[in-house]
Structures are given as C-alpha cells and as structure tokens.
C-alpha cells in the first residue's frame, strides 16, 4: 500500500499556484490588504519552518519574475 504523505505533490502544486496566482493579481492591481488566512491555509501543509520558508520563498519569487516579464512585455 502507499503511504500517505499528508499533502501530496499534487495538493503542494494546486496550493503553489494558488498563492503565486493571488500573489500576480495583488502586484499587478496594486497591493491591497488580503485576509491573510488565505495564505495560512495555503501554506498550513509545510511539515517544518524550512519547508514554510521554501515555499513562500518559491512562489515569490516566481511570482516576481512572471510580474516582471508581463510588465516588460506590456509596457516595453
């Protein structure tokens, strides 16, 4: 049998782009104050404060770059 890992890949993946998708939206409409259970909830599945800080590193950093590259695209 297979062991359950609690998340999972795919439960990791839908919550990365998750995050990285709000996180496009509030950069590129303008920073405004979301409910930051959002964010808890997406991120409650990290198993330890490295694994925490990998992921909201990851999806800032992703969501930068994608910001980024919309912005030079649009505007250049």
Request: charged share 20%; no cysteine.
């Amino acid at each position: 049998m297979r062991k359950e890992r609690g998340m999972g890949r795919m439960g990791l993946a839908k919550r990365f782009v998750m995050v990285v998708v709000n996180m496009i939206g509030e950069l590129w409409m303008g920073f405004y104050r979301r409910n930051s259970d959002f964010y808890d909830e997406q991120t409650s599945g990290a198993k330890s404060k490295f694994g925490y800080y990998a992921f909201i590193i990851g999806a800032a950093t992703v969501t930068v770059g994608i910001v980024s590259w919309i912005y030079s695209r649009v505007y250049s």
